[in-house]
């Protein structure tokens, strides 16, 4: 929901009247998702915490990339109004890192539970996506 806020304040501003990728869905898509995602990752974080293995360094990945894809909206959306141009790559940058921790936790997650590695895969090609998305946006605008 936190990361919602930006995305809420800015959707009618700046970015309604931005340049989009062709290949930008509607906006509905990605609310549901999302809401979808986020089911994919804690069921997946709880499958391996069910065997014991989400121990301080896989714990500390997870809790990563929930900063990073919170991170994410406020950079992209957040920041443009007052960095312009600059926020949307500084967001690539974020989306970035996001995707290479996501790497590294569907590393970690697939030994321990193959359903919890699988779960997260829905998650880093969305993440993939919408890193193509805010490329677009970086260089469109």
Do not use: C, D, E
Request: hydrophobic share 65%; charged share 5%.
């Amino acid at each position: 929901m936190l990361a919602s806020i930006p995305i809420i304040l800015n959707s009618n501003g700046w970015f309604a009247g931005s340049v989009k990728a062709p290949w930008m869905p509607a906006g509905w898509m990605f609310r549901a998702a999302w809401l979808s995602l986020y089911a994919g990752i804690a069921v997946a974080a709880w499958l391996v915490w069910r065997r014991g293995a989400l121990v301080r360094p896989v714990a500390r990945m997870y809790g990563l990339q929930l900063l990073l894809n919170l991170a994410w909206p406020i950079t992209f959306f957040g920041m443009y109004p007052m960095l312009g141009a600059a926020a949307l790559w500084i967001a690539l940058a974020v989306i970035g890192a996001l995707a290479f921790v996501l790497v590294l936790l569907i590393l970690r997650f697939g030994p321990v539970s193959t359903a919890a590695g699988l779960l997260v895969l829905p998650y880093f090609s969305w993440v993939v996506f919408s890193a193509s998305l805010n490329l677009y946006s970086a260089i469109h605008n």
